[in-house]
């Protein structure tokens, strides 16, 4: 097989219906492929004439006439044709004729026949009729859901342009001229990737790209610290970048931008680069997307600029509701939007106090920490400091930057924690080693009373500045939690205080609200205690996962309670968490103040008998807790 | 009268009648596979293009020093102007007489380990000449393909490897031979000169930007330019003997 021709695989694998076709068989297709050039205004495909391939636009634009003239489609790089033809009896049905220069690639029928049969996505694709009409009612629309299907690969307009480890600043930056892009990857040339002439086999271990250098990095690196031409690229490009497999969705790309603030993805298809997107090339797909918001963000130069983005974050919002994102999108990309608010904060307090004294971590926790935050949110925040931290010659810095962090989230919608679990709070702007004491104590001598408040600091994650200060302290809570049975029951009883709204013989049991209407608390009785019930078994599994449903994935790996009952769990918790989320996108439609509480009358008898099926689960899923992590546990009673 | 017809007409030799040429070296080749590849021959000078199996060759080299430097790989592509087909397209890396240099690396990422258990260009000569025999080779710059190649036979074999080419620059240079040399006007108003690297040549006829410097894509590339050529500014029944070097 030649696996060489890595130019037809990697474009026929951005197309639909190769883009669902997995890689195995992308690599068996491009060697049975056929070209020919057709000059603008030259037939492809004259009525009644036989046909014995599928044709694909691989550069060009061609258009389809019906049997009588008139215009069918128009196609352009990525389409294909010809398949009515094949599908039926090998005659032309549609005449097709190049109307700009174009390049033709045609693959055999044999093939055609067999990817029909073996991929039920590749039939559907090449047998829907209506094919044309409906895939431009699709590209109009733009569906946030859509980010989630289509593969990052799609995005991939060209290899990445590479460059040596021994090449000067002054080469990288001509080849990027060159070559009219604005970053370029560095790989080792000793190692036999990033060959373009072959595939990997996944177990072989090969040295891997070595860094990025971006347009930025020559700004801020090389001409505003005054380095001269000759200077090498290794001296300033970003080692070991954050990278997407060419498999990813957009979305994921799209989170991997959000999440650490960067512009510049190198995709792989496992370990070889084959190309670069970008942060424009995400906006060019879809305009309105979180991303477009949460790079507007790091231009923001006042508090006052962020507060005028509020706006933005509830139309994001709301659209991603309608457009029927699911829970888990909206989920992370506010709270991807909520860390680039409160990023933006620090870098904007540290240009107005100065560099900090000491490293520190600013710290996310419960919904941001855990990527599952809505529209209607408070902030819960702290530092983690370095151990070099001394309160009388620094606090007094620290204490300036969360004040300025914790007003200004306060003014951009974040309101005030009412716990007090900000980092304006003495008690959680502490160095490391007062903060491995509160965990070592929390598990070790466990209450009632402690958790119901530390429970929030089990969601830990860094947001700005030294992330190592937060792992550390997730590391310790996962390794140790896990063998603490008294700590684990102890989590599991804080876990079964709110109880899901059910009554006997599975009806609601509705609590009252100030104006005497019945209402279910969505939060407070749904996704709450299922994140409570996750996160104590995710623990007992030494996870340091903090997404629930990354959580459950750990989970499943450890067997510590059978598939089935986490397929239920995930799918209970997706949906009550969509109601939750269109529930308060509808509020805020109306011009009322979003909360947690809905009318079970006023939705439909579908999604009120999800509701109970999924509240079920909730309740299953709480007993089984009691069982397994009992309040003596056998292994300490001697 | 040929279609193609150079504005400015160098003071030209005569085009060889290769068919005899080849058939009189398939004669006198000592080497049994050189004489094999001759014999295959090539078709008439006179034989319409569209009539005419072609294979699109690229070679990659450690530099451009025809015996300083050597090939590390070559890349076939079979088409004619109906068809390009990959199915039959051949690939490899070889083991190079001289030093892979870190420039030639950066160049086509052929790497020390690439090379380390490739082999030598000797082993491969049966099926390379197999895959040319009978079939016009196309190039974008003959003096690289046919020199490296002549010289590497020459090396292994104490004799010389001679066909016919056709070259997709060198038509491109006779396309646009007005535009290439430079008149005083020109340069006083800098106006750039016309490209004819395979990539420049290729966007000419909206043809798509490949990732250069593989053997494989590059022979593919050329053989797209070819059928792009020819569609725009040829009949598909010029004679072969209008295109051949």
Redesign the interface.
């Known amino acids: 097989m030649?696996i060489?021709?890595?130019?037809?695989r990697d474009h026929l694998s951005r197309f639909p219906p190769f883009d669902g076709l997995p890689e195995d068989t992308l690599d068996e297709i491009?060697?049975?492929?056929?070209?020919?050039?057709?000059?603008a205004g030259?037939d492809i495909l004259s009525y009644g004439a036989p046909i014995h391939d599928l044709h694909y636009v691989?550069?060009?634009a061609v258009e389809i006439y019906r049997r009588d003239g008139d215009l069918y489609n128009r196609l352009t790089e990525g389409d294909i044709f010809g398949q009515f033809g094949l599908l039926r009896n090998n005659k032309v049905r549609l005449p097709a004729r190049a109307i700009?220069?174009s390049?033709i690639y045609?693959l055999p029928a044999a093939l055609f026949h067999q990817l029909c049969d073996n991929h039920d996505s590749f039939a559907d694709f090449v047998e829907a009729e209506g094919q044309s009409r409906l895939k431009s009612a699709v590209d109009s629309h733009g569906k946030a859901s859509d980010l989630m299907k289509i593969k990052v690969r799609k995005l991939v307009s060209?290899?990445p342009v590479?460059?040596?480890p021994?090449?000067t600043v002054q080469e990288a930056a001509q080849a990027m001229t060159q070559e009219g892009v604005s970053s370029v990857l560095i790989v080792d040339?000793?190692?036999?990737w990033?060959?373009?002439?072959r595939v990997e086999p996944l177990d072989k271990p090969v040295a891997s790209m070595i860094g990025i250098v971006t347009d930025r990095d020559f700004r801020t690196r090389v001409i505003a610290e005054g380095l001269p031409p000759e200077t090498s690229v290794c001296d300033v490009m970003t080692a070991h970048p954050i990278t997407v497999q060419s498999d990813d969705t957009v979305f994921e790309a799209m989170l991997q931008m959000l999440r650490n603030n960067i512009h510049h993805l190198p995709v792989l298809s496992r370990r070889r680069p084959i190309g670069m997107i970008n942060l424009a090339d995400i906006i060019r797909y879809e305009s309105q997307s979180s991303l477009y918001l949460a790079n507007s963000i790091y231009n923001r130069k006042s508090v006052a600029e962020l507060q005028a983005l509020v706006p933005d974050l509830r139309s994001t919002f709301l659209r991603m509701a309608n457009e029927e994102a699911s829970a888990h999108m909206i989920g992370s990309a506010m709270a991807g939007i909520g860390r680039g608010f409160t990023q933006r904060l620090l870098e904007l307090g540290e240009e107005q106090f100065g560099p900090p004294p000491v490293p520190y971590s600013f710290m996310a926790l419960g919904s941001m920490a855990r990527d599952e935050q809505l529209i209607v949110t408070d902030q819960d925040n702290a530092m983690v400091l370095d151990d070099s931290f001394d309160a009388k010659l620094h606090d007094e810095y620290f204490l300036k930057l969360a004040t300025f962090v914790s007003d200004g989230l306060a003014a951009c919608g974040y309101s005030y924690c009412k716990g007090g679990i900000m980092a304006t709070n003495t008690k959680w702007r502490q160095p490391l080693r007062v903060w491995k004491r509160y965990f070592n104590d929390w598990i070790d001598k466990p209450s009632a009373q402690t958790l119901l408040n530390a429970c929030i600091f089990f969601d830990l994650d860094s947001v700005y500045g030294n992330a190592d200060l937060v792992e550390t302290l997730k590391e310790l809570l996962a390794d140790k939690a896990s063998n603490s049975p008294l700590f684990l029951a102890a989590l599991a009883r804080n876990a079964l205080n709110r109880t899901p709204p059910l009554g006997f013989f599975r009806t609601f049991v509705m609590e009252t609200d100030g104006q005497q209407k019945h209402i279910i608390n969505l939060k407070g009785r749904g996704t709450a205690p299922l994140t409570d019930l996750i996160r104590v078994h995710a623990l007992a599994c030494g996870a340091t996962a903090q997404n629930s449903l990354e959580r459950l994935d750990a989970i499943a790996a450890t067997k510590l309670m059978p598939q089935e009952a986490i397929n239920h769990l995930r799918y209970a918790f997706e949906f009550l968490s969509i109601v939750r989320i269109r529930h308060q996108a509808l509020e805020l439609e109306e011009g009322r103040v979003p909360n947690n509480y809905i009318e079970p009358e006023k939705i439909s008898a579908t999604d009120r008998h999800n509701l109970k099926e999924a509240f079920q689960v909730l309740s299953n899923a709480q007993k089984f807790l009691r069982f397994r992590y009992p309040a003596h546990p056998a292994g300490k009673s001697r | 009268m040929s279609l193609f017809m150079p504005r400015e007409r160098e003071p030209q030799t005569v085009a060889p009648n290769w068919q005899a040429h080849l058939a009189a070296l398939a004669e006198t080749a000592k080497d049994s596979h050189l004489r094999g590849f001759y014999a295959a021959g090539v078709p008439a000078a006179d034989t319409p293009i569209r009539d005419v199996p072609m294979i699109a060759l690229d070679v990659e080299t450690t530099g451009l020093q025809v015996g300083t430097h050597s090939i590390v790989s070559l890349g076939l592509m079979p088409f004619d102007l109906n068809r390009i087909h990959c199915g039959q397209s051949k690939y490899w890396v070889v083991k190079p007489m001289s030093e892979l240099s870190s420039e030639s690396v950066a160049f086509h990422h052929i790497t020390h380990s690439d090379i380390d258990n490739a082999p030598r260009l000797t082993h491969i000569f049966e099926e390379l000449l197999d895959a040319m025999a009978g079939k016009i080779v196309v190039v974008h710059y003959r003096n690289i393909e046919r020199e490296f190649l002549n010289h590497a036979v020459h090396v292994h074999l104490n004799e010389g490897l001679s066909f016919p080419v056709i070259d997709t620059m060198q038509l491109e240079a006779h396309l646009h031979g007005s535009q290439l040399k430079q008149s005083l006007w020109s340069k006083l108003l800098r106006r750039q000169p016309l490209s004819i690297r395979l990539a420049d040549s290729r966007l000419r006829y909206n043809l798509p930007h490949y990732q250069a410097h593989h053997a494989l894509t590059d022979a593919m590339a050329t053989a797209e330019l070819l059928q792009a050529q020819i569609a725009t500014h040829f009949s598909p029944d010029t004679p072969l003997g209008d295109l051949w070097l």
Not at chain 1, 194 to 197: I, L
């Open positions: 030649q060489e021709l890595i130019e037809i491009a060697p049975q492929v056929e070209i020919k050039y057709f000059k030259t691989r550069s060009g700009e220069d390049l045609f060209r290899m590479t460059v040596g021994r090449a040339p000793d190692s036999s990033p060959n373009p002439a």
